[in-house]
């Protein structure tokens, strides 16, 4: 995309991989050459396809341990860009991919459009997401008057009149409303839709690729799987790895991090996908439905965009194992026509991202 405009792109962290990430590439390949702000890099982190970029990292880049306990320093983040001053950079355009503090930045009269992954999390739903990470009351109740401050703060920077919301779902778009008061317009998050094809067949397993953390509910999922007796394996790592093994049956299987050029084969070969958890957008659904597969998710968040009830899946109602148990059971997957699984897909493909968020870029600049 050559649009002549002089373009800075902001992203809140750059030291860990995931669907934030694969915006900000899709970012970069539309806009070579534009910087990339951000509080810290952990280049040896990241893929090395990043070294080659522009990327400018703040004073937090110094922090001890940052880059692996990045959590410990989130009251740092808004003050890092409150204080990453742009206004006399001469830029056309600021683009910032959020889900924390970096919409924050000094942009004076230059136009912003904010990409939302979400409103920051920890910070408007402080109190679930910190049930989930399970803080310690003292730490909660330290913390309340920090949330405040913060919450004033982002409430504040959102507010600017040069400042344009795109929201990445429904949901998103909704709790923008609810947190800032401010109207956006939707632009579905890219997905690389054309590297998932369908298989001849399918076996007999059903798949969850995931990140193994709390708020992905996977415990649900196995829950769910070893009172049906039902194969499930779940490719991913993360720190809840040993703890769901302990809870795992005989028919769970871990496959740990699975190679991307072995993704697609294994979504196509499943029998269906499961998505237990509320996301914000959520991309497997969609490399699932692209590779022929039907989903079978939580109702709610960013699933109600993506997954066509009756159609390329099935939503189970509540956030419980005996739900999704009752749904996986009732499901009849050889019912789902690959076909209607890959055109639902093809909605969220990468040209379909650019081409919509090329349109909110003229409305605000013209």
């Not at 009172?227 to 809870?247: C, N, S």
Request: charged share 20%.
């Amino acid at each position: 995309m050559k649009t002549g405009l002089n373009i800075a792109l902001l992203h809140d962290w750059l030291n860990q991989f995931g669907g934030a990430e694969r915006v900000l590439e899709s970012l970069v390949e539309m806009f070579p050459g534009a910087p990339v702000y951000t509080s810290m890099y952990w280049r040896a982190g990241m893929p090395a396809t990043y070294r080659a970029w522009d990327i400018r990292a703040t004073w937090m880049d110094c922090l001890p341990g940052i880059y692996r306990h990045h959590q410990a320093y989130f009251p740092l983040y808004a003050l890092a860009f409150a204080r990453l001053d742009l206004r006399a950079a001469g830029y056309d355009l600021i683009l910032s991919n959020k889900s924390g503090f970096c919409h924050g930045v000094r942009a004076g009269e230059t136009p912003h459009l904010c990409y939302c992954l979400a409103p920051t999390r920890y910070v408007w739903e402080f109190e679930s997401y910190a049930a989930r990470e399970n803080l310690p009351a003292a730490a909660r109740l330290a913390l309340q008057p920090v949330i405040a401050a913060l919450r004033r703060w982002d409430y504040r920077v959102a507010q600017r009149p040069t400042t344009r919301f795109v929201a990445i779902s429904t949901e998103i778009q909704a709790r923008i409303r609810r947190y800032y008061g401010r109207e956006a317009a939707i632009v579905y998050p890219p997905v690389d839709v054309a590297r998932f094809q369908p298989a001849a067949g399918h076996d007999a397993y059903y798949l969850i690729v995931s990140r193994l953390v709390p708020y992905k509910r996977i415990d649900l999922a196995i829950r769910a799987f070893n009172q049906l007796g039902l194969p499930l394996w779940i490719a991913g790592a993360g720190r809840d790895r040993a703890a769901l093994e302990a809870l795992a049956g005989p028919t769970i299987r871990f496959l740990g991090r699975v190679p991307e050029a072995d993704l697609p084969g294994l979504m196509a070969r499943c029998k269906a996908f499961v998505f237990p958890g509320r996301e914000d957008f959520g991309l497997t659904p969609v490399e699932a439905q692209a590779a022929g597969r039907p989903v079978i998710a939580y109702g709610a968040g960013g699933a109600l965009d993506t997954v066509i009830a009756r159609e390329t899946g099935a939503f189970f109602s509540e956030p419980t194992a005996d739900a999704l148990a009752a749904t996986v059971a009732g499901f009849d997957a050889g019912a789902v026509d690959a076909r209607d699984c890959q055109r639902n897909a093809a909605r969220f493909s990468a040209e379909r991202f650019c081409e919509a968020l090329q349109v909110q870029i003229a409305a605000l600049v013209g």
